[in-house]
């Protein structure tokens, strides 16, 4: 793998039934600008072949990543549901 984010790109990619993504950050992982950039790609590459989400879900988002939140959300237009929770699950 290039990265420790590398596979959400493939994942995106190769999912054509994907409709619905939930991530939940934890203490042992991190949502970092290596994650908004390989999932920017893989939204990227869904709406090339004609794919888009109707859902998206996440918990504990860090707070200071606003303009790369949206460069994941920009290639789905037509979202029905955004859901941002900023409580850790416990």
Not at 26 to 41: H, L, P
Not at 68 to 80: C, D, E, M, R, V
Request: include cysteine.
């Amino acid at each position: 793998m290039k990265s420790n984010h590398y596979w959400l790109m493939q994942v995106l990619g190769r999912m054509p039934q994907l409709h619905t993504v939930k991530f939940h950050k934890n203490t042992d992982n991190s949502i970092s600008a290596d994650f908004f950039k390989f999932m920017a790609k893989g939204m990227a590459y869904m709406k090339k072949e004609g794919r888009e989400l109707k859902k998206m879900s996440f918990t504990a988002m860090p707070l200071n990543t606003g303009d790369q939140f949206y460069s994941i959300l920009k290639h789905h237009p037509n979202l029905i549901c955004l859901d941002v929770n900023r409580e850790p699950l416990r």
